[in-house]
């Protein structure tokens, strides 16, 4: 079999209707769901299937929910493709992704993994909303163009930054509102597509810092092990299985800038020949085609 590597949506890939259909054929997807709604306080099984919208987005729901319908698609993948777990040699989730890349590699428990989201979705949200912030995709320019486009767009005192590097010709940034509204005009002025990101804030930015301390705090709690498979991580585009580098890099990668096409390069480097998308949505799947065309990558989630 082809040497495989497992891949995790980040914040942004949610939307009503999400898990509907997993749970309907999944047991084990439902008994994770409900699980975690006890933990969170809240139906989140409703919440994903009905909304509204609005909820489901923010932060402080949004990744607890992308965390377990992650965690569910991956136990109804290898009730139907259980030949496959043999061949898994990397993980890698895309910002809160990889929280569930670290379940899928031992690392972290399944209920000690949902209270640490929760966390984290409260201290980002939190920090969040004491700044007005956000984050684009700009298509079509690359990494040199990019950076000169925020220093045009960034005020003094303003933070506007490459935040993911997601693929050739689709980079994230994220900054102050002012500085994202001057950049969407001079985006289009160069002739790039600026899309905003459906976030609440300035992801991977010193704007997410006073949210480092309740992170750090809640990482220390969680039980993290070193995992059975390695971690690609966010930060450095390497891998890793010891519990105190996740620990660190948990912690940096919130106010760092997310390495995904750097992240696939590697994997592809250390002869990955077959990529999975473990969630809802296609975006990383989209992520791997525009990265290398001859490597697969399919999406399995809803």
């Known amino acids: 079999?082809?040497?495989?590597?497992?891949?995790?949506?980040?914040?942004?890939?949610?939307?009503?209707?999400?898990?509907?259909?997993?749970?309907?054929?999944?047991?084990?997807?439902?008994?994770?769901?409900?699980?975690?709604?006890?933990?969170?306080?809240?139906?989140?099984?409703?919440?994903?299937?009905?909304?509204p919208d609005s909820e489901l987005a923010r932060t402080v729901h949004s990744q607890p929910a992308l965390f377990v319908h992650s965690v569910a698609a991956l136990a109804d993948f290898?009730?139907?493709?259980?030949?496959?777990?043999?061949?898994?040699?990397?993980?890698?989730?895309?910002?809160?992704?990889?929280?569930?890349?670290?379940?899928?590699?031992?690392?972290?428990?399944?209920?000690q993994g949902v209270r640490l989201v929760a966390v984290r979705g409260n201290a980002m949200q939190q920090a969040a909303s004491a700044?007005?912030?956000?984050?684009?995709?700009?298509?079509?320019?690359?990494?040199?163009?990019?950076?000169?486009?925020?220093?045009?767009?960034?005020?003094?005192?303003?933070?506007?930054?490459?935040?993911?590097?997601?693929?050739?010709?689709?980079?994230?940034?994220?900054?102050?509102?002012?500085?994202?509204?001057?950049?969407?005009?001079?985006?289009?002025?160069?002739?790039?597509?600026?899309?905003?990101?459906?976030?609440?804030?300035?992801?991977?930015?010193?704007?997410?810092?006073?949210?480092?301390?309740?992170?750090?705090?809640a990482i220390e709690q969680s039980g993290l092990r070193d995992a059975q498979i390695p971690l690609v991580s966010n930060v450095d585009a390497a891998p890793h299985q010891d519990a105190p580098s996740f620990a660190q890099l948990l912690t940096r990668q919130i106010i760092s800038p997310v390495l995904w096409e750097a992240s696939l390069r590697r994997m592809i480097s250390e002869g990955v020949e077959q990529f999975f998308e473990i969630g809802t949505g296609r975006v990383l799947t989209g992520t791997m085609k525009r990265t290398d065309r001859k490597t697969p990558c399919e999406a399995f989630g809803d």
Request: with cysteine; hydrophobic share 40%.
């Open 78 to 111: 290898f009730e139907q493709r259980p030949e496959i777990y043999e061949d898994v040699a990397f993980v890698a989730g895309l910002s809160l992704g990889e929280y569930s890349a670290l379940y899928a590699a031992g690392a972290l428990g399944f209920e």
């Open 131 to 217: 700044i007005p912030s956000g984050m684009a995709s700009i298509l079509g320019l690359e990494r040199e163009q990019v950076d000169s486009l925020c220093d045009a767009s960034r005020n003094a005192g303003e933070i506007l930054q490459v935040a993911n590097l997601l693929c050739p010709g689709n980079i994230a940034i994220s900054g102050h509102t002012g500085s994202l509204d001057r950049c969407e005009k001079n985006a289009s002025d160069a002739g790039a597509k600026f899309i905003r990101l459906n976030v609440a804030g300035a992801f991977h930015t010193d704007i997410m810092s006073p949210a480092v301390t309740d992170l750090t705090e």
């Open 1 to 51: 079999m082809a040497k495989t590597a497992l891949l995790f949506p980040g914040q942004g890939a949610q939307s009503v209707g999400m898990g509907v259909g997993l749970r309907e054929r999944s047991t084990r997807g439902r008994e994770l769901f409900s699980i975690a709604s006890e933990i969170l306080g809240y139906d989140l099984a409703k919440l994903c299937a009905e909304g």
